[in-house]
């Protein structure tokens, strides 16, 4: 039932045109106090009642006043705190663990992590470069201790799989569009492999390299997602 038939049947099925801003008021009221409804569902009610009086009445009707106001729905807070994050983060596996670790720990978002290469870790200093960052700048951020270990085994898992992949004729991957014009020898090196590549090659319509993509975001927002619901 929409707002004007509620409207109407709330005072008793009397044509709205032989009423006013009383029972306007009243109904409005009525919505807070005896249903309890959002903030949001009052003023919508008002709207659709001022609605019916100006355009389809052709009525003068001042907006709604002196009238109890809906209060305003409850959020729930969308921040969590250092000991649910360790708790999320300790939930996760593999790639996704380290890809969730440098957004809390290195301050990256979410396509700078997927989009570092090889060559963009130094884990003896414990810095890492990222590249056309926000306002398309270069960067260099710390990499939290705690992650050399797991850093150190996802540069060999990579490392095997390039040598796999080379094996078959693969290797290559995305250059950054200047100097794959100017070089495109480097796209089948070690050095600018995805730290973190996608499981599955495809053939690059172009050049008909077998190349292979970096992890797609959906993997870490679903992995993330289902983390969460554990945790929360």
């Not at 659709?48 to 959020?75: C, Q, S, T, W």
């Not at 996704?96 to 720990?105: D, I, M």
């Not at 190349?211 to 969460?228: D, G, S, Y």
Request: with cysteine; hydrophobic share 40%; charged share 25%.
């Amino acid at each position: 039932m929409g707002v004007p038939a509620r409207f109407i049947h709330f005072h008793g099925v009397r044509h709205p045109d032989l009423m006013g801003a009383p029972e306007v008021n009243a109904f409005l009221t009525h919505l807070a106090v005896g249903e309890g409804v959002a903030a949001s569902t009052q003023n919508q009610a008002a709207s659709a009642l001022l609605f019916l009086y100006r355009n389809v009445l052709e009525r003068d009707m001042e907006a709604p006043r002196d009238i109890i106001g809906a209060r305003p729905g409850k959020r729930v807070p969308t921040v969590l705190g250092r000991e649910d994050v360790h708790r999320l983060l300790g939930t996760l596996e593999g790639p996704s663990y380290l890809v969730a670790s440098l957004l809390y720990g290195s301050g990256l978002r979410l396509m700078e992590a997927l989009t570092l290469r090889v060559k963009d870790l130094d884990l003896a200093l414990l810095e890492l470069r990222v590249r056309r960052g926000k306002g398309g700048q270069d960067r260099i951020t710390m990499i939290p201790g705690s992650l050399r270990g797991g850093l150190e085994r996802q540069l060999k898992r990579v490392c095997r799989l390039h040598q796999r992949d080379r094996q078959r004729g693969a290797g290559w991957v995305e250059l950054p569009a200047a100097l794959a014009r100017k070089s495109p020898a480097p796209a089948r090196e070690l050095a600018w492999q995805w730290l973190f590549p996608a499981t599955r090659l495809y053939r690059h319509e172009g050049t008909g390299q077998l190349r292979r993509h970096h992890l797609h975001e959906t993997v870490i927002q679903r992995a993330v997602k289902v983390a969460v619901r554990e945790v929360v």
